[in-house]
């Protein structure tokens, strides 16, 4: 039996449950995920390797009309995940209608790859809309294959990975079989940390935040690590920090938790927060965090 391996990226909307099917797709927690728009902002590979076979997915920032810098070179990371991919996984929602840059779904109208259309959260909808929409899509993207399924339920993810599976390329291996990800693991640190503020701030706060891990020391029992939460403004500053220092106590507990699930050891972590003025717009800064080449 031939090797098999190729690229499978995943693109939509944002919010639709792309990172929700990578982590199931994966068996591993590695994309974020919270009920906000655009938790997304960097392509993340998880790696799944058979002895037959690895795909490579590949997790991306959900589909946007770009409003400043930072959108901008998140759109770069979509852009970059059509030109490499064997298959697309096309991800949308009940009710959904296209994807929010018409350039982009003429992108996915125009492919010679395969397309899996995968049409999440069925469970929130009854069988008279499922049907209407494999209908639409079926006349929006005739040579896309409809699944429907529920990424958060896990249903139907066997299906689609053993239709993954037989689509791929006979290829050798692009990745080490041992090999999880593409991130290294202060990558995870900053996006765990990130999360807790997705999930406990509001309005404009979550996305005017960066995170810089400038430590992480492992031994034997015991991760240490020294992470900074980078902010635009002083007054977003003490937002994080909040009364006595209270909020920024809570982000850290719950980053811990999560980090020593993750890795497996206790962690010890220890966050300050900083103003870094408009970062978002500044391309220095973006190649810094990694943004851009």
Request: hydrophobic share 40%.
């Amino acid at each position: 039996m031939k090797h098999k391996a190729g690229f499978v990226n995943i693109i939509g909307n944002p919010n639709v449950g792309k990172s929700t099917l990578m982590n199931a797709l994966v068996g591993e927690r590695l994309s974020i995920i919270t009920s906000k728009a655009q938790t997304t902002r960097h392509r993340i590979l998880g790696i799944v390797n058979d002895k037959h076979y690895q795909v490579v997915f590949s997790d991306t920032p959900g589909i946007i009309n770009p409003a400043y810098e930072l959108q901008e070179s998140m759109m770069d990371f979509v852009k970059t995940a059509f030109e490499d991919a064997d298959i697309i996984l096309y991800m949308v929602e009940t009710g959904e209608k296209g994807l929010k840059n018409e350039a982009f779904f003429q992108k996915i109208q125009g492919l010679k790859i395969p397309v899996l259309l995968l049409l999440n959260k069925i469970d929130q909808s009854t069988q008279e809309d499922l049907e209407e929409q494999v209908a639409y899509w079926k006349e929006k993207l005739p040579t896309a294959e409809i699944h429907p399924l529920s990424a958060l339920e896990k249903f139907n993810i066997d299906t689609i990975m053993n239709r993954i599976v037989e689509l791929l390329p006979e290829s050798p291996p692009f990745y080490p079989k041992d090999q999880l990800t593409d991130k290294p693991e202060r990558f995870f640190v900053n996006e765990t940390i990130r999360e807790k503020i997705l999930m406990h701030f509001k309005k404009e706060i979550p996305y005017s935040v960066e995170i810089e891990t400038e430590e992480f020391k492992e031994e034997a029992r015991i991760i240490k690590i020294r992470s900074v939460i980078m902010v635009e403004r002083d007054t977003q500053k003490g937002i994080i920090i909040g009364h006595k220092g209270s909020a920024l106590k809570k982000v850290g507990m719950e980053a811990r938790k999560d980090l020593e699930k993750f890795f497996g050891k206790k962690i010890f972590l220890d966050l300050y927060v900083k103003v870094n003025k408009n970062w978002r717009s500044r391309s220095s800064q973006l190649k810094r965090f990694g943004y851009k080449e």
